[in-house]
């Protein structure tokens, strides 16, 4: 068994595409560390940073065949990084929209209730009223 640190960067590539998974392994300790720098400049929490670099890194794996050489590989990944960190930021603000309308819609809720209950508490002495016999008041 080969130390496969010792491997040249194109070598690990062509092992890749071989599916070994320890040419793999080696590729991703190598490029691991600086993706997480990379992504941790879109995404402020380390933790999401890096189970973006291990999604792209997985990637990787999936498509190995696609790759010829290692620039073609760095730049998928730095790439693909990217662009997972600016879909995560997309959904955060997204999400963040839909959280700030349901809370304006709440509060215009509680504030329409209120009147709700006015209107229906209004309502409900004019039926009253309306249902009601006329109270004699003379006594004839």
């Given at each position: 068994?080969a130390?496969y640190s010792?491997?040249?960067d194109e070598m690990?590539?062509a092992l890749l595409?071989?599916?070994d998974?320890?040419?793999?392994?080696?590729?991703?300790?190598k490029?691991?560390p600086?993706?997480?720098?990379?992504?941790?400049?879109y995404?402020p929490?380390?933790a999401?940073?890096?189970?973006?670099v291990?999604?792209?890194?997985?990637?990787?794996?999936?498509?190995?065949?696609?790759?010829?050489?290692?620039?073609?590989?760095?730049?998928?990944?730095?790439?693909?990084t990217?662009?997972?960190?600016m879909?995560g930021?997309?959904?955060e603000?997204?999400?963040?929209?839909?959280?700030?309308?349901w809370y304006?819609?709440?509060?215009?809720?509680?504030?329409?209730?209120?009147?709700?209950?006015?209107q229906a508490?209004v309502?409900?002495?004019?039926?009253q009223a309306i249902?009601?016999?006329?109270?004699?008041a003379?006594?004839?």
């Amino acid at each position: 068994m080969a130390a496969y640190s010792t491997y040249s960067d194109e070598m690990l590539v062509a092992l890749l595409k071989q599916e070994d998974q320890r040419a793999f392994d080696q590729l991703f300790r190598k490029l691991y560390p600086a993706l997480c720098f990379f992504a941790g400049r879109y995404v402020p929490v380390a933790a999401q940073a890096e189970e973006i670099v291990q999604d792209t890194l997985f990637k990787l794996w999936q498509r190995r065949n696609d790759f010829d050489n290692y620039q073609s590989v760095k730049a998928f990944l730095y790439i693909s990084t990217k662009n997972a960190c600016m879909d995560g930021i997309d959904s955060e603000q997204r999400k963040l929209s839909r959280d700030h309308n349901w809370y304006m819609q709440q509060e215009q809720m509680d504030h329409n209730a209120e009147e709700n209950i006015i209107q229906a508490e209004v309502l409900l002495e004019i039926s009253q009223a309306i249902t009601q016999p006329p109270s004699s008041a003379g006594g004839s």
